[in-house]
């Protein structure tokens, strides 16, 4: 293998160029914008900089968050510490760091669309905006919006979310999560540099909806919206179905981030999960012991191994945690009330922000911690009801 198409430039593509590029391969990254601005938090989770040190220890600006505040109908608001801080970038910052760290690595960048592609015996011809050329395999890291039908993950409409917010010229200190009646979503408000991320994000709602929702929301906290920037987009939010048939790989080719559908189903995250499977990606791509035809299933076994059975088994409980009810209120609520009664659900909730509490341990985590108490015994009602019974 010689060369390398990278087709898109976010954070997904721009990693796995990197990777693919200190490996010694050719690497071509085709994106028409290279580096550009996305409606959501733009948060990196203590797992994500764990896992990948260089996105805390850089010189490009960003803000370290230790405090969220957690708020759902009927249940007023709770302030959680973070022992291990949320770091929130511009996403036009972050995606220009990472386009850089693959420039400087020797991925040479294109600034133009891919058009199209086409198998040709063991290679691909691209149509870009700008001629065609071949290369020997292809990472799709296109994006939610992918315009390449016959690669990346396919959904329904039930597999996606909305996305939409405003970047307002103010500040806080605190990040803010409010839950909302009759929405599988949330509204968010994330500190950055020099502006605040206010957005909401839900599934089986129209986004005029949304907006309003958010509106709302919005004037009731006092936080003008008039003038300010308005973004809008679509993200991948697979139900467990969509995971079962997740198209992640193909002959020659590798979907990685939102191109694969790879978000956390409940939380939204998706930079993490977006630059994870472009670093394994490469190394599949680089690893001489997968022939070319073994790439896909090696890929997709990897991929599962690492954190994708996790979010399919979390796309079997999103619905309980936004819509559900428990003790005659709803899950967000109660959710609240034990952030604010039990440490021990506090902490729970903190390694869930963290990124360090996988949805699969949720319920050995609940039993080793038993202690005969009330509280616990509520607790342990909660996740039977929140958890399904089969894992």
Excluded at 171 to 177: A, F, G, S
Aim: charged share 20%.
């Amino acid at each position: 293998m010689r060369r390398v198409a990278v087709l898109g430039g976010g954070p997904a593509g721009a990693f796995a160029a990197e990777r693919l590029a200190r490996g010694g391969l050719e690497t071509l990254v085709f994106d028409e914008k290279l580096a550009w601005e996305k409606p959501c938090g733009g948060g990196l989770t203590y797992k994500a900089y764990q896992q990948y040190p260089f996105l805390i220890d850089n010189d490009t600006p960003k803000r370290v968050v230790t405090e969220t505040c957690l708020a759902a109908p009927k249940a007023g608001t709770v302030t959680m510490g973070l022992t291990r801080p949320l770091v929130i970038y511009s996403r036009l910052d972050l995606n220009r760091m990472l386009l850089e760290r693959a420039q400087q690595a020797g991925a040479q960048l294109e600034k133009t669309r891919v058009l199209g592609i086409e198998r040709c015996g063991r290679s691909w011809l691209l149509k870009t905006q700008h001629g065609s050329l071949e290369a020997d395999f292809c990472i799709v890291a296109t994006g939610a919006r992918n315009p390449l039908r016959n690669v990346g993950t396919e959904w329904t409409a039930s597999d996606t979310m909305c996305a939409l917010g405003y970047y307002v010229p103010s500040q806080q200190e605190h990040i803010d999560i409010q839950f909302l009646e009759n929405l599988e979503g949330y509204i968010w408000v994330f500190p950055r540099c020099g502006h605040l991320s206010v957005g909401i994000c839900g599934k089986g709602e129209p986004a005029q909806s949304l907006r309003a929702r958010l509106e709302r929301y919005m004037d009731e906290k006092g936080i003008a919206y008039k003038g300010a920037a308005f973004y809008g987009h679509m993200l991948p939010s697979l139900e467990s179905l969509g995971w079962r048939k997740n198209r992640l790989a193909g002959d020659g080719w590798l979907a990685v981030g939102d191109a694969g559908g790879l978000v956390d189903p409940i939380t939204g995250e998706g930079l993490y999960y977006a630059m994870r499977s472009g670093d394994l990606a490469s190394q599949v791509v680089l690893n001489d012991a997968h022939s070319l035809a073994e790439k896909s299933q090696a890929y997709c076994g990897i991929l599962r191994r690492d954190f994708a059975a996790d979010l399919e088994f979390g796309a079997s409980l999103a619905k309980r945690v936004f819509l559900g009810q428990f003790l005659f209120s709803s899950v967000p609520a109660r959710m609240v009330g034990f952030v604010r009664r039990s440490p021990r659900f506090r902490a729970l909730i903190e390694d869930l922000l963290a990124g360090t509490q996988p949805y699969l341990g949720l319920k050995s985590r609940l039993f080793k911690n038993l202690n005969g108490t009330l509280q616990d015994v509520l607790l342990n009602f909660f996740y039977q009801k929140l958890i399904p019974r089969k894992t």
